[in-house]
């Protein structure tokens, strides 16, 4: 059970609009339970059963809060969620629930994501309140301030690609294959674009890109460079 026992449910506060919050579990009677009593306390409330049905709930509509199972079978996990809710609300707020008390050790490194990791069981009335605080204090601002991997490469691919050459230059196996700078390097700037542009628009879990142009031109080249 996500949540413990208690004599009564959390009071239900009628004087300001409903809050929009997503549950993610993949045990049904956890999610419905949860779902009943988010309802009760005043929160609009959509449920998901499991990653892919979370992501497009996600992407066709704003949430103020997440809540999310993390340990959930077949693809993905609660983390998952976090990344995409973060990635398309940065301003909600994010939980995860965990039953595994030694997750607390984890919870530093799980908060570069996560506002808060609740620990099962809990009462209705702690995890109701828990909710309440974060929706009062604000969101805790994503990724702490870490700059993402798309924004890094979208700021430093020249410098990077800058960088390997340097490196290739070391090499004695790579400079068997005799290439000047530009046909080295001239298709690298281009890929970095396609892999920035992949990174900020990521896709659902089960689907496919299609190939990168840039790829395909860059293994055609390699093929006549032999």
């Known amino acids: 059970m996500p949540y413990a026992q208690s004599d009564k449910l959390p009071v239900v506060d009628q004087t300001t609009s409903k809050p929009r919050i997503l549950v993610v579990d993949d045990e049904k009677a956890n999610r419905e339970t949860l779902g009943m009593v988010l ?9 998901a059963g499991d990653v892919n049905e979370a992501l ?12 999310t199972d993390l340990h959930m079978p077949a693809h993905g996990d609660g983390l998952t969620v976090v990344s995409a809710m973060r990635h398309s609300h940065p301003k909600a707020a994010t939980f995860i629930l965990s039953g595994y008390p030694e997750m607390s050790a984890a919870t530093s490194a799980l908060l ?16 109701v309140e828990a909710i309440r605080k974060r929706l009062r204090e604000g969101a805790i601002p994503s990724m702490h301030g870490v700059e993402s991997v798309c924004a890094i490469l979208g700021r430093e691919s020249i410098a990077t690609i800058d960088d390997w050459y340097r490196r290739t230059e070391l090499d004695p196996s790579v400079l068997s294959i005799h290439l000047e700078q530009p046909e080295r390097c001239e298709h690298l700037p281009a890929l970095f674009r396609d892999l920035v542009y992949r990174l900020r628009h990521p896709l659902l879990l089960g689907t496919h890109a299609l190939v990168s142009s840039d790829a395909a031109e860059h293994g055609r080249r390699r093929q006549r460079q032999g």
């Open 39 to 47: 309802e009760f306390s005043g929160f609009d409330v959509v449920i």
């Open 112 to 127: 570069l994501q996560t506002d808060q990791v609740l620990l099962k069981p809990m009462t209705p009335d702690a995890l």
């Open 56 to 67: 497009k709930q996600i992407a066709s509509q704003p949430f103020d809060v997440l809540l």
